[in-house]
């Protein structure tokens, strides 16, 4: 006997759920039931700069921390400074082991006095979804030594 479940619409809610499908045995059959998890890709729904918008000093090191929410697999969190990704910058990206959902980035940045008004963003993404980036951003403020 073969039996299909077909879903129509896969949300969010299905995230970590799993299915069960049992057939009834017989005084000389014992009954069988397989689970199987549910696998979802989801899109980030949220992404923020944590860190305080301050004042930055030129030539000083800052951690500015950026936190995305609601994707699966991790978020894949990219900094761009005036449109520019910040390849050479020393990033750190954590993945909470108690919510997947959440992806944390930690962008070390040292700017200069020319980086003075200059938009910092912080992109969140999945591989799964084309076009599905969000971003959150600010403009810099640099004082010089």
């Keep these: 006997m073969v039996n299909q479940l077909f879903i129509s619409t ?5 995230f970590g759920s799993k299915l069960q499908c049992r057939a009834a045995g017989s005084k000389l059959v014992p009954a069988v039931s397989k689970e199987v998890a549910i696998q979802v890709h989801l899109k ?22 950026c936190e995305a929410w609601g994707s699966f697999p991790a978020a ?3 900094w761009l400074l005036d ?13 909470d082991t108690n919510d997947s959902n959440l992806t944390s980035s930690i962008l070390t ?4 006095a020319e980086n003075d008004g200059a938009e910092l963003a912080c992109r969140a993404s999945n591989a799964w979804f ?7 951003k600010r403009i ?4 010089c030594k």
């Design 83 to 95: 449109g520019e990704p910040l390849r050479s910058a020393d990033i750190t990206v954590h993945t």
């Design 109 to 112: 940045l040292r700017v200069t």
């Design 76 to 78: 894949k969190i990219v």
């Design 10 to 14: 896969v949300t969010r809610d299905f």
């Design 44 to 65: 980030p729904l949220r992404v923020k700069i944590i860190s305080p918008n301050e004042l930055l000093t030129a030539g000083r090191p800052v951690p500015i921390r």
């Design 130 to 136: 084309s076009g599905g980036a969000i971003e959150d």
């Design 140 to 143: 810099i403020s640099v004082a």
